[in-house]
């Protein structure tokens, strides 16, 4: 007990170690700062020795420890065995003091040599926890992985992979940082092992980190955004990388810290924080695939985030509204924030999607295989035309990136006016471009102006197209009766949750009691699934469907459309995706499209709207087949065709 004493009060008596413990909670924290060792408990056997004497008297969840700016955390099986090793050298010590001595600084050789035995210490070590542990390592570097990262980061990465993994896949990304993936015989769940700029610094460059930060902190330094450059100048040395420490020290105070990291990656399109946080690590969506990471937040890093997002968005976020939906920018890319907290979860959890970098164009997705090209033709005219259209699907089908491709195709003449709770649609870039859109935010937790009142705001703001992010409440009655009666004269776009025509009718008339009557003012319907593909899921168009009134037949008399009898309206397949892809029901070319019938100019035939189909068909496969599918050549194509 003297020698525990003495070590908690920062005694020099044993070994070079002068590691400083204290208990927080459930957690034993060890200031290392003047300590040789840094506190590295995988490799300095001084630190594990004062670590354990802590440990003898009390167990904890975890272990951190804190050397010049550089914070370690020792949890799960490391904690695990160094809490193990404590009560094994409480126990032990009556038995054999030798051994137990020799466990605190070397518990792996202990356990070896207690186990080779019969006898007490034997026992002890299995009902302690030291033999299993000490079993499942190999060596120190594997048993006490800890999870390391700057103080001034509210996350932690291990910083080793483990010992039996295998690298598949390595790349640079734009932010300085590197990413692995690994493979292990054991796990099905692939690896995402993430290694950011800030890990590469040396123990001076991250000491210069945290002096900067507690400047910055400390209100020492003025500037708003300017001000992390500031606080690092102003405690950088000649020689260190002040640029690279601006950037950490803003991504880290002032951004999205290691959730900025992971979505520089262009292959990752969500992360999930699953509660609780500090125990669970990041997972990851790469090209469909989801992956575990090395990446924990903290706590502390959670409440930030959480508290962040709540000041940005100007909504409720609390114990008596646990749910929160905001859009933010990280990096170049916006994302979508899903959280939730107290009661409805174990603390905060949150869910992040990342829009895309560049905007999408119906002749991008014809080059990814999303939908061929005569569908986009189709799309195309429709939505040039006025006409009214759902983009249904489930969740993660690429329904809000088939609607920003639908955009662009808008007259560019024709103003728009997109009403979104959520902002993920492209209206800056489609402004940029010279369109002529105005966006209305929407509430759907009374802290602004409903969807309802917002649409009804946007159909006094003037004729034109109008564009519903999301179709989920009550606005759904507002928007059908202004499609009903005409009240815009530019295309009705939205998305919706459903699963093709039946279920998208039932989700608009029976679940919010949009009349079927109105709902015969659809035009045409846009179904997406998702499918596994050889490089992970993909995204594509499974149907494109026109609506029809119950009772009318097509020019082949012929009956048997989907949805046929069920109330008012009925679907008929334009395009269908089989073996071949996306493919034609051939109702088009027999002139049998209601659609394309009502798409026709005054003196236009149905003939010559079907030669201009196959025109445009022509045309956007050539865009998609020579890579001309961002938006400023597409439009500079659009300006060609229509003037040539």
Same mark, same amino acid.
């Given at each position: 007990?003297?020698a525990?004493l003495?070590?908690?009060r ?12 204290g208990?927080d ?15 590295r408990?995988?490799?300095a056997?001084?630190?594990?020795e004062t670590?354990?004497e802590a440990?003898t ?6 272990v951190?420890t804190r050397?010049?700016g550089?914070?370690?955390a020792?949890?799960?099986d490391?904690a695990?065995l ?7 050298v409480?126990?032990?010590a009556?038995?054999?003091e030798r051994?137990a ?8 050789a202990a356990?070896?040599?207690a186990?080779?035995?019969a006898?007490?210490?034997?026992r ?7 033999a299993d542990?000490?079993?499942?390592? %190999?060596g120190?570097e594997d048993a006490?992985r800890p999870?390391?990262?700057?103080t ?5 990465v291990?910083a080793r992979?483990?010992?039996d993994?295998?690298l ?12 692995r993936?690994?493979e292990?015989p054991s796990?099905?769940?692939r690896t995402?092992?993430?290694e ?14 945290a002096?900067?930060y507690?400047r910055l902190a ?10 992390p450059?500031r ?7 000649p020689?260190d990388p002040?640029e ?5 020290l ?7 810290g290691v959730v900025?990291?992971?979505?520089a990656d262009?292959r ?9 946080? !500090?125990?669970t ?11 575990r990471?090395n990446?924990?937040?903290t706590?502390g890093?959670?409440a930030a985030l959480?508290?962040?997002?709540r ?6 976020f609390?114990g008596?509204?646990p749910t ?7 990096g170049d890319?916006r ?5 939730v907290?107290d ?5 905060v959890?949150f ?7 560049e905007p999408?164009?119906l002749p991008a ?7 061929s090209?005569a569908a986009a033709?189709v799309?195309?005219?429709?939505v040039?035309?006025g006409?009214?259209?759902?983009v ?6 690429g ?10 195709e808008?007259?560019?003449e024709?103003?728009s006016?997109?009403i979104?709770?959520t902002?993920?649609l492209?209206?800056?870039a489609? %402004?940029?471009g010279g369109?002529?859109? %105005?966006?209305l935010?929407?509430?759907l937790d009374g802290?602004g102006?409903?969807p309802?009142e917002?649409?009804?705001?946007a159909l006094?703001l ?11 409440g009550e606005e ?7 499609m009903?009666?005409g ?8 998305t919706?949750?459903g699963?093709?025509?039946a279920?998208v ?10 009349? !079927?009557?109105s709902f ?9 699934e998702t499918a596994d ?11 494109i469907?026109e609506?029809r009134?119950a009772?009318?037949v ?7 459309d989907s ?9 008929a397949?334009?395009?269908?995706r089989d073996g071949d892809g ?19 100019a ?5 003939a010559?709207?079907?030669d ?6 022509s045309w ?9 599918t ?5 439009e500079r194509a659009r300006?060609?065709?229509v003037t040539a």
């Amino acid at each position: 007990m003297d020698a525990l004493l003495s070590r908690l009060r920062g005694s020099d008596d044993a070994g070079s170690c002068r590691c400083r413990p204290g208990f927080d909670g459930d957690r034993l924290v060890v200031d290392a700062s003047d300590c040789p060792g840094g506190g590295r408990l995988e490799s300095a056997a001084d630190c594990r020795e004062t670590v354990v004497e802590a440990l003898t008297d009390r167990d904890v969840e975890a272990v951190t420890t804190r050397a010049n700016g550089t914070l370690r955390a020792y949890e799960d099986d490391a904690a695990a065995l160094l809490v193990a090793t404590g009560r094994f050298v409480d126990a032990a010590a009556f038995h054999d003091e030798r051994l137990a001595e020799r466990a605190k600084g070397d518990p792996l050789a202990a356990a070896r040599e207690a186990t080779g035995r019969a006898g007490p210490v034997r026992r002890i070590a299995a009902e302690t926890g030291l033999a299993d542990g000490a079993a499942r390592a %190999q060596g120190y570097e594997d048993a006490l992985r800890p999870y390391v990262g700057p103080t001034v980061s509210r996350s932690r990465v291990a910083a080793r992979p483990p010992a039996d993994a295998r690298l598949v896949d390595r790349r640079e990304l734009d932010s300085g940082g590197t990413v692995r993936v690994y493979e292990r015989p054991s796990d099905a769940v692939r690896t995402y092992h993430l290694e950011p700029v800030e890990a590469g610094f040396d123990a001076s460059t991250t000491a210069t980190l945290a002096a900067a930060y507690e400047r910055l902190a400390g209100g020492e330094v003025s500037g708003a955004e300017r001000a992390p450059g500031r606080a690092v100048r102003s405690v950088a040395d000649p020689d260190d990388p002040v640029e690279r420490l601006a950037a950490v020290l803003r991504k880290h105070a002032r951004g999205y810290g290691v959730v900025a990291d992971l979505f520089a990656d262009g292959r990752v399109s969500d992360v999930f924080a699953t509660a609780p946080v !500090a125990e669970t690590p990041l997972r990851v969506r790469v090209d469909g695939e989801t992956m575990r990471t090395n990446v924990r937040l903290t706590r502390g890093g959670a409440a930030a985030l959480a508290s962040r997002f709540r000041r940005e968005s100007g909504r409720a976020f609390s114990g008596a509204d646990p749910t929160l939906d905001a859009s933010v920018v990280a990096g170049d890319r916006r994302v979508r924030v899903a959280a939730v907290t107290d009661p409805v979860s174990d603390g905060v959890a949150f869910a992040f999607r990342a829009g895309d970098r560049e905007p999408w164009t119906l002749p991008a997705l014809v080059a990814n295989g999303t939908l061929s090209a005569a569908a986009a033709a189709v799309l195309s005219v429709a939505v040039e035309r006025g006409a009214a259209g759902l983009v249904a699907g489930p969740r993660g089908a690429g329904k809000t990136t088939c609607l920003s491709a639908l955009l662009w195709e808008v007259p560019a003449e024709t103003r728009s006016v997109v009403i979104e709770d959520t902002p993920e649609l492209p209206v800056d870039a489609l %402004q940029s471009g010279g369109r002529d859109v %105005q966006a209305l935010r929407s509430s759907l937790d009374g802290t602004g102006t409903s969807p309802t009142e917002a649409l009804r705001t946007a159909l006094r703001l003037g004729s034109g197209a109008l564009v519903v992010g999301e179709i989920r409440g009550e606005e759904a009655g507002t928007l059908y009766e202004a499609m009903r009666v005409g009240a815009n004269d530019g295309a009705v776009l939205g998305t919706i949750h459903g699963n093709g025509g039946a279920d998208v009718r039932e989700r608009v008339v029976a679940d919010l009691g949009v009349p !079927a009557s109105s709902f015969a003012a659809t035009d045409f319907l846009v179904t997406l699934e998702t499918a596994d593909g050889g490089d992970g899921t993909e995204r594509r168009v499974r149907s494109i469907e026109e609506v029809r009134r119950a009772g009318a037949v097509d020019g082949s008399g012929k009956g048997g459309d989907s949805g046929a009898g069920a109330g008012s309206v009925r679907f008929a397949p334009l395009f269908e995706r089989d073996g071949d892809g996306l493919s034609s029901t051939d109702r088009i070319e027999r002139g049998n499209s209601r659609l394309v019938a009502s798409l026709t100019a005054p003196g236009e035939r149905y003939a010559d709207l079907r030669d201009e189909l196959t025109a445009r068909e022509s045309w956007l496969s050539d865009l998609a087949a020579t890579g001309r599918t961002d938006p400023e050549r597409v439009e500079r194509a659009r300006i060609e065709r229509v003037t040539a």
